[in-house]
């Protein structure tokens, strides 16, 4: 009796787990394919991306390419108090322990919507302002208008959060935590990340 239950138990589980993979499956070849990148174009130097926009754009096959500055850095204080300092809860203690990726942009990047504040207008030129994902703010327990202190290759740049965004990350395109307002880090020696977009019968 007990061997036919546990062989029971057991088929229902093979049974449970190739319903799962076959839904994934189904999700992955269905709509993530379909907007997925094919490609992803990282540590790109300003004095390449002129010359690999244009290779790629004249590419056969091309649809789109989507690029962004990136630059690495790390979260030092939280409402002006020191982050070492600061209580998190366990799962956003990871803040403390690692850099970050960041970018600045006038525009908001595709695959995001803005749930909270607003977007800084295309010629802003004020004060630094910043762009949060949600769960982070969360997890940082702040709000709009809340100042978060970065160190950014050196540089201590403190900037108010001016609107939270809600990320999808199921789009696999480019998106940071946190981005800043124009004006503060062109001058940095930062480099590219990048997505392109071509034909899936044009692939290799």
């Known amino acids: 009796k007990n061997i036919i239950t546990c062989f029971g138990i057991g088929i229902t589980l093979l049974i449970v787990i190739s319903l799962v993979e076959y839904n994934l499956n189904k999700e992955i070849n269905l709509s993530i394919k379909e907007t997925a990148p094919s490609f992803f174009l990282v540590d790109i130097q300003k004095s390449q991306f002129d010359q690999l926009e244009n290779l790629v754009s004249n590419s056969d096959g091309f649809k789109n390419i989507n690029a962004a500055p990136s ?15 600061y209580k998190l809860s366990d799962d956003a203690k990871w803040l403390k322990k690692y850099d970050f990726g960041a970018t600045f942009s006038n ?98």
Request: aromatic letters at 10%; charged letters at 25%.
């Open 71 to 85: 630059l690495r850095g790390r979260l030092i204080k939280v409402k002006n108090t020191k982050i070492e300092n």
């Open 107 to 204: 525009k908001l990047p595709m695959n995001s919507d803005v749930i909270e504040g607003e977007w800084w207008p295309l010629n802003y030129n004020g004060i630094p302002l910043i762009s949060i994902d949600k769960n982070i703010a969360n997890d940082l327990k702040v709000k709009l208008g809340d100042t978060l202190t970065f160190n950014i290759l050196g540089r201590e740049i403190t900037a108010k959060i001016s609107n939270l965004r809600e990320i999808n990350w199921q789009s696999f395109g480019i998106n940071f935590f946190v981005i800043f307002s124009p004006g503060i880090l062109e001058k940095s020696p930062y480099s590219y990340l990048a997505t392109a977009k071509i034909n899936s019968e044009k692939e290799i």
